[in-house]
């Protein structure tokens, strides 16, 4: 453990940034927005999460794969992105949404798109001192303080912070800036202790994981897909804020000569999802929400080795502009 002053932040990142991409999560206006590190709008006191996760450093919204030209044999030029980063300010939730990722994207088939983008970046965690109405992490057990899936992680003390070394990449970022870090004593590490649990204190959202874990599976039936689904007017905000929706549509895109295969996120609540030539197997809005819930909570557990496919950051009640809360539903799975 480590201690650095609040004053050295910006000039340990800074001092990245010599060789590294840094982003953190900045204020822009009302909102907190992961960006290209901003001294003057860093964000290191904000409440609860940033309006969006950092997934789409590893996966983005909409990314070139390759491409290919047929000029009497075809050849093709891949579009790897190799950037060398860091992100700062990563909170729990986010910390084990990526982690969910990696081990959809690393697991079975490697996605080497995806795996250029991750064997390059730097996870630095920052611990939830406090809870927005939405989150609910401490529920799903990914929250407010992080175990895993980070290489340095802080902790906010007040002048300083707490620093937990996760792995050699972390504990090389401090050897080479040495000077800005202290040691940390047992009292800080107790004081660290002690806000965690004044932090599951602030928690106002809450699901029983046990109980829907337990229920789901014999749920199909229930009515509350219906009831809920009548409200959605397919946005797909939800599947867009989520840290951890993985899926995607590719399609080819001609420019003279050339054709380029782009990748973008694509929604499981939109009615084309799934489409095939004759029909839709989810032909109904109850039956795509019941898809999306089934999906994080039954589908990627039973995969995945029990992994809930959900951080519980409650963005996706942040975002619904028809008022779908995603604990209210699964607190009715488990009754």
Known sequence: MKILSKSNLVPFLEGLGLEFKVNAPLYEGQDVLFG?????????????????????YSFPQRERLFTFKNNGGVEIEAHLNETKRVIWGIRPCDLYGLKFLDMVYLSDYVDPYYQARRSNTILLGLNCNKAEESCFCSSIGTGPFAREAFDLLFTDLGDVFLVEIGSKAGKKLIEKQANLFTNATSKDEKQAGILEEKSKKTFKTYIDLGKVEAKIAGASSSPVWAEEAAKCILCGGCNWVCPTCYCFNIEDVTSGDKTQRVRYWDSCQLGGFTQMAAMNSRATQAERLRQRIYHKFSYNPDKYGGEIGCTGCGRCIDVCPAGINIAYILRRVAN
């Open 36 to 56: 290209d590190l901003d001294s003057s709008k860093l964000a290191t006191d904000f409440i609860g999460k940033p309006r969006l996760s950092p997934k789409e």
